[in-house]
């Protein structure tokens, strides 16, 4: 079905209702692995229990449009008010708990949702139903990331997502003229203060004013955080060999990116057009994208067999056990800010930062303090055998101008 033609019917579908209404987007997330595991037989028959399910609960004055196998769009109408959004996502939630059964072998259904309250015809003037569909899917997208079954939107989440559509535009419009840039924040030994390694922090300046990247990155979609780090990886090669810089430059990696099946070649390939050492390059991804993940600890561990280092970040936020711990597919792990902050003066901080340290060295894991703002912190790292630090007592993040310079300074 063409979009064009899903826009036409949605509009005619929303145009129908005659009281309260309410636009749902659903996806049936694993169908996917369901084909793998099963067949394509279990595949297909999953399929049309997905969709038996949802159409046992439309009432006569409910629509559903069939957007592609795993895709649909109900609108619910004839609603009291807006409470009875959050009953039909309980409903949907409810029809899915029990397990699809095929050939014997139970497996549930992983179905996520995004809703939106329309209200009546008077409300939704100037509303046109594409924009219902696109709060709906981006409430749907948001459900898929907190790995809940449903997110509902409203009048406030609408100018939020408003926002989020044209900072995404923009940014957009940004990559394509090349005018993001990355600052470099260095990283020292804590032992003999020399300089190690950098972070890699891409920048956006708009207007004259500095875009934190955690106002833009999660309004990003899956191809846009993609382009945005292989640009950051192009930028960053390019750069260390124009600054002639040999040590280490961290390109964070979210976890989405690790998963795109193109990605090591792409990273070999930048290396290979512009001739760089593996070694020069690490890849820095958080502790809570790869801990449950055994796909991307293979991936991870590929990558580091070729020479390039792999640091976990934020280490101690996700979910880590000393299993996992055993197979870390890292040489550097990052001990959390939240953690270093108060070090010097929080005993439980102490104790969770000398036991990451401890272990991590038993395990020959470099240890690297994230958050290093103060001489009390500093000291005590040092201490307690820390092996790197980076934060604004050492530097703050440098431009490429400054980052040359120190370069110059310390060669």
Known sequence: MSFSKRVQDLSAFTAKTTGNSALAVLTLENVGHVSGQRGLAASTEALAEYHRRINALLRDCDQMLVLSDDRVCIVFDELLDENHVLLAALKLERAFEEPFVFDGHPTLLEVRAGLVYVGDHRTRVGIAAEDLYRFAETARSHAVRRKVFYEISSEEVFSRMQKDWEMSEALEHALEQHELTLDYQPKYRLLDGDLVGAEAIIRWRRGGLIVPPCEFMPVLNRTQVWDLTIYSIRRAIREMLEFSVQVPIAINVDATVLDHP??????????????????????????????????????????????????????????????????????????????????????????????????????????????????????????????????????????????????????
């Open 262 to 411: 193109s990605f090591l070649s792409s990273v070999q390939s930048e290396l290979n057009i512009w001739s760089l050492e593996p070694s020069r390059l690490a890849l820095e991804v958080a502790d809570s994208q790869i801990v449950h993940e055994k796909a991307t600890a293979n991936l991870l561990n590929t990558i580091r067999s070729l020479g390039m280092p792999v640091i976990i970040d934020n280490f101690g936020t996700g979910h880590a056990s000393l299993e996992k711990f055993r197979n870390l597919p890292a040489d550097e792990i990052k001990i959390d800010r939240s953690f270093v902050t108060n070090v010097a003066e929080s005993g439980d901080d102490q104790r969770i930062t000398d036991t990451i340290i401890e272990l991590a060295h038993r395990f020959s894991k470099t240890v690297v303090a994230d958050g290093v703002e103060d001489a009390e912190t500093f000291s005590y790292l040092a201490a307690a055998g820390c092996d790197v630090g980076q934060g604004f007592y050492l530097s703050a993040p440098l431009n490429e101008s400054q980052f040359s310079q120190l370069l110059a300074n310390v060669a």
